[in-house]
């Protein structure tokens, strides 16, 4: 029988003449596994502040407001917000209007401007709630701009989130301005100026300030510089740290890492021994992320020279995979043990490497102190941490927690999930998401998992996942690995074989159970199938009226992306690390990386050592998803070491798989 596909406009239909209970009718009829586990008497004002809405004029200027805000044309905003006064969003609307007044065309803050009096109204106005952070946040770059410490010192107090890098490089230079130790500073801005990408004026500004006050050593700021220059901002890297001596050999090692290798060890004698350090560690990172086997060399010549201090955040990383990849775990012990502390910690990959190379160097006892450190984190490491110390996979997988129809209601009523819902409703997911995070905050482990039954009850997976994954103690696994859409993916999955908990651990890393996510290189909906894979496979199981349209509707989506998964499985022997690999950066890609091995590996240190920063965390997640749907759906506690497998060096298989 042909599938039925009703229009997203009837379904708004449906919703604005039922109210929020009726549109929960209307989605159990079209969505099986959407349906409510039992039923929920919302409040009755809850209709009213229903996100499901027809689409109104004001809404298409809001939408056309928050697009000139984002290109920060001040006419153009301020022409769109006088068009629509007394809308809903009246924060947003002033938002839109005054923040391109704050920045340049290129994104930078501007010092001189007259909207000093309109920020101070807004943060006094909106306090407390998400978007006053947001303005915060502009206002402190503009503040921080101005060198205006006594009033960013009063702002920065006050902002919740405090996440922006250019900021904290700002708050870094008021404590200088203010007398502080700049050894005080210098310490703490080590954990700050690790990434290059997120620096911004403020701390192309902090580096010298701190040089010149004798917070770090010129050396030190040559190498913040040198992390720039790796990434190809070669600008910053020189108002950071000027001239690099070995400059010309990043730019080398950057271009073709094999030739900088054979190079530089005819010359290395001309350069001292820290300049010496420095070049080894670029030149490996790039053989590193080339699979090269001499990257292991490069490094063990840095480490022999010692400087460790003065490696980037990527070479420091680069350093350990290069060292597992060749299995030399003496490398991998000492370079994660001179690893800076703020980059060791922020991934739990090295805590676990760590443990692996102790246990190599026959230390036991400190092996399991260092794998219990993670063993109940809720991830790839965290899993694998448990299997090294006898443990089977996490046990409360099976947690149902009860949560009572009262306590999913008054998740209704909470401001932040209701304006979420109608920006969601606007296809707004950056705004929507935003509101609906900063209510989650401070919220118990009872709460987030009535705001995630919540959200899995107005079919929000994607919102379903973000409250239950925040738990601590208490965790409900069927919330945080939800299984939408089960039983249209189901029969599609056991027509051709296809792992059902690998499925649904690549759907939930992919699109998050949002149906018309898209990517900007333009995959579509829950699989993210990009058009030209999906045309293909389509011709390969005979869909022979497909077109790219179609992509759009659930089952198809979920029928062209399970086949392509399942012949990338086929075509790459049977392996989930492989072929996930290769459902994210391509076939050839996948191959590419195995025919680089020297031998056989596991294939934890294949997923760690896979070039690409996205698809090496795509990978991880994926996996350690599918561990925990397996346990959620079949309640199978399994080993993901055994579902990781080992890595075989190949040929390239002949079949040509876009």
Not at 7 to 32: A, D
Not at 427 to 449: A, H, K
Not at 585 to 600: H, I, M, V, Y
Not at 645 to 656: E, L, R, S, T
Request: aromatic share 10%.
């Amino acid at each position: 029988m042909e599938k039925r596909v009703v229009p997203r406009k009837l379904l708004r239909n449906l919703i604005s003449w039922t109210g929020v209970l009726g549109c929960f009718l209307c989605l159990s009829f079209l969505m099986s596994e959407q349906v409510l586990a039992k039923k929920i008497s919302l409040p009755k004002s809850y209709a009213n502040k229903s996100a499901a809405a027809e689409i109104t004029d004001a809404d298409r200027i809001f939408i056309d407001l928050r697009e000139a805000a984002k290109k920060n044309d001040v006419f153009r905003a301020q022409q769109l917000a006088s068009t629509i006064p007394n809308y809903e969003f009246e924060d947003y609307v002033t938002y839109f209007r005054i923040k391109p007044q704050l920045f340049d065309s290129g994104g930078a803050p501007r010092s001189e401007t007259t909207a000093d009096a309109e920020v101070n109204a807004f943060l006094s106005q909106y306090q407390g709630n998400a978007l006053a952070d947001r303005m915060r946040n502009d206002w402190l770059l503009v503040l921080g701009k101005r060198k205006d410490w006594r009033n960013f010192d009063s702002e920065y107090s006050k902002f919740v989130l405090d996440d922006d890098t250019a900021v904290k490089c700002y708050a870094l230079q008021s404590r200088l301005a203010k007398g502080e130790s700049a050894t005080k500073v210098g310490i703490d801005a080590r954990s700050v100026l690790l990434d290059p990408r997120y620096f911004g004026q403020a701390c192309q500004e902090l580096v010298p300030l701190l040089v010149q006050t004798n917070g770090i050593s010129v050396s030190e700021a040559k190498a913040i510089g040198r992390a720039a220059s790796e990434m190809g901002f070669d600008t910053m890297s020189r108002r950071i740290g000027g001239e690099d001596p070995i400059g010309d050999i990043v730019k080398s090692a950057k271009a073709d890492p094999a030739k900088a290798y054979r190079e530089f060890l005819q010359i290395a004698p001309r350069y001292t021994k820290e300049n010496q350090a420095a070049a080894w560690a670029v030149i490996g990172q790039f053989l590193g992320k080339k699979l090269d086997s001499n990257a292991d060399d490069a490094y063990r010549l840095q480490q022999a020279l010692g400087f460790n201090e003065l490696l980037s955040a990527e070479s420091q990383e680069w350093k350990v995979r290069a060292a597992l990849r060749a299995q030399d775990w003496v490398l991998v012990k000492d370079a994660i043990e001179g690893m800076n502390p703020a980059v060791r910690s922020r991934d739990p990959a090295w805590t676990y490497w760590y443990g692996r190379a102790l246990k190599a160097a026959g230390q036991d006892s400190k092996a399991h102190e260092t794998f219990e450190l993670i063993q109940d984190q809720i991830n790839f490491y965290g899993q694998l941490a448990r299997e090294e110390l006898g443990k089977p996979a996490n046990l409360h997988t099976q947690t149902k927690i009860k949560i009572s129809d009262q306590e999913i209601g008054d998740m209704s009523e909470r401001k932040g999930f209701i304006r979420g819902e109608r920006l969601y409703a606007m296809n707004l997911r950056f705004e929507g998401n935003r509101e609906w995070n900063w209510e989650l905050r401070g919220m118990s482990d009872r709460q987030l998992i009535a705001a995630a039954e919540y959200a899995k009850r107005v079919n929000l997976y994607d919102r379903v996942v973000s409250a239950a994954d925040r738990t601590k103690q208490d965790h409900d696994f069927t919330l945080r690995y939800p299984t939408p859409f089960r039983e249209e993916l189901m029969p599609i999955a056991k027509q051709i074989d296809l792992n059902l908990a690998w499925a649904y651990g690549l759907i939930r890393q992919e699109s998050r159970f949002i149906m018309n996510a898209s990517s900007s290189v333009g995959a579509s909906g829950l699989m993210q199938v990009m058009p030209n894979t999906a045309k293909y496979v389509a011709k390969k199981i005979g869909m022979n009226s497909y077109t790219n349209e179609q992509l759009r509707d659930t089952g198809t989506n979920l029928t062209l992306g399970s086949n392509y998964l399942n012949m990338v499985l086929v075509d790459l022997d049977g392996s989930w690390v492989l072929a996930s690999a290769a459902y994210n950066a391509g076939p050839s890609r996948s191959k590419q990386w195995r025919e680089k091995l020297s031998g056989s590996v596991e294939g934890a240190i294949f997923a760690e050592t896979i070039p690409f920063n996205e698809t090496r965390t795509y990978v991880k997640n994926v996996l350690s998803n599918a561990n925990y749907y397996s346990a959620v759906m079949h309640d199978q506690v399994q080993s993901l070491k055994q579902r990781l497998g080992v890595i075989n060096p190949k040929a390239a298989n002949q079949n040509d798989l876009p």
